[in-house]
């Protein structure tokens, strides 16, 4: 095993078109990916052929492993390509979470349940969707009967948007039947609904962040079965990734990747967004998915003390800790020395960017070829979809999960799902994460040449594209489902 090294001349690699990705039983996966020639199918076929003749005693799949925070990857003798990840790492590894049409079931008659969960799932939608698939994984651990989650109105999203507006609630159902039983609504014998939503006394309010499995058996189970009806309060991450067992990570991922499925006018739309954004130039093109993080409330600006001092120590300190998001301008450089020209074409998923146009204007400079989708959709077009703003940010998320590149700048839900989602999907797509710590080193010296630049950009970059690895204890099983969802191929 070696880590992946780039020559500074890498800096400069010609752009090549990705090929088709094939296809994945999965809502999430996308259905239109890029076209290109006819001949996709020989050109795979040479590549393999190709790697076999390199290696033809390997029988090992393509797998990263970490030495500390170095990632290390096998040596590759292919081509590197802005667009797509090694080929041997998108043939090693297949997903297998989803649900084995003919198993057999071990779901407890009905009248035999160990009495009902109801959960609020707060936040934006990506946090909502962790919610949902935790629940799952909760009433699977206590064999209880998940009642359908409810979106909690946000305080900052200011959105009422119900489950049934977003998901498809039949599908959710009828997916997860052989594991969990799901009702849609809270029981017609429990008659003081309005107590589930208020009262201490059916509230289970005590659970721990990341919590294990044994807690909810030994504490929450107990009080289920005595009240028969529940609500888990609050309930964001209250449950652990490597202190339950593997088939319930299996079954979040279950969950995740294949029962919660967008309302086919979302998936619609965002089909024909993400069509639009490779036709741009009247051909077919790739297309880069930015998610772009610089909301004035999130970042820690100095704030100023009496004496007229700033806390700049403490915000420097947190910019090389790599706590910090990066500025358009920084993305903008850092995206020009791994390779891609200016001609690039550039989804930009993201909230109000604090400094407005001034502040994206070096991001636009370089990049002209930006879009958002309210430029590559009329306002009619829309307009169905501003009554909820949970639905416009599932526009964002299934656009960028369409895209041949995913780029982030910030860590959060959102990031992380997608980069999980394309890793499900096989790991051809590339899903860069940028080391904002080091980034900010080389950004910040004055002395650093643009070809020692390149070279630190594409070195430290090379194997944070998405690539295979362990989900390793206490690892985000959000961002890296392999270990306990995906097989070898």
Known sequence: ????????????????????????????????????DGGRDRHSRDRFHSFLVQFPFLNVPYLCRKDGIVLHCPRVKEPQSLWENPYSATTSWKPCAERHNGAISDLTPENETNGYIFIHA???LNQQRIAICNAVAVAKIMKATLILPVLKQDQIWKDQTKFEDIFDVDHFIDYLKDDVRIVRD????????????????????????YAPAQFYIDNVLPRVKEKRIM??????????YDNVPPEINRLRCRVNYHALK??????????????????????????????????????????????????????????????????????AVILRAMGYPKETQIYVASGQVYGGQNR?????????????????????????FRKHVTSLAA????????????????????????????????????????????????????YMGWATFV?????????????????FPNYDLWENPLTPCMCRA
């Open 360 to 384: 994206m204007a070096p991001l636009r400079n370089m990049f002209p070829n930006l879009a958002t989708k309210e430029e590559l959709a009329s306002k009619e077009e829309l307009d169905g």
């Open 455 to 471: 070279e630190d950009v594409v070195v430290t970059h090379q194997t944070r594209t998405g690539l295979p690895e362990e989900t």
């Open 186 to 209: 809270i029981p017609n014998w429990f008659t003081d609904k309005s107590e589930l939503f208020t009262s201490i006394r059916r509230t289970v309010k005590n659970i721990p962040k």
């Open 262 to 331: 967008f309302l086919p006018e979302i998936e619609q739309m965002a089909d024909l967004l993400a069509s639009r954004m490779r036709n741009r130039t009247g051909s077919s093109n790739p297309y880069m998915a930015l998610h772009l993080r610089f909301e004035k409330g999130m970042k820690e600006w100095p704030r100023r003390y009496k004496n007229g001092s700033h806390l700049w120590p403490l915000a420097l300190q947190k910019r090389k800790e790599g706590r910090c998001p990066l500025e358009p301008g920084e993305v």
């Open 231 to 240: 609500a888990l309060k609050p309930f964001v991450d209250r449950l652990g």
């Open 1 to 36: 095993m070696a880590e992946f090294r780039h020559s500074s001349s890498m800096g400069s690699r010609a752009v090549s078109s990705p090929r088709k990705r094939d296809d994945v039983a999965s809502p999430l996966v996308p259905e239109n990916l890029p076209d290109d």
């Open 395 to 446: 526009l964002d998320f299934l656009v960028c999960l369409k895209s041949d590149v995913f780029v982030m700048t910030h860590g959060g839900n959102f990031a992380k799902l997608i980069i999980g989602a394309r890793r499900y999907m096989g790991h051809r797509l590339k899903s860069i994460k940028p080391d904002k710590g080091l980034m900010s080193k080389s950004l910040g010296d004055p």
């Open 122 to 124: 707060e936040g934006g």
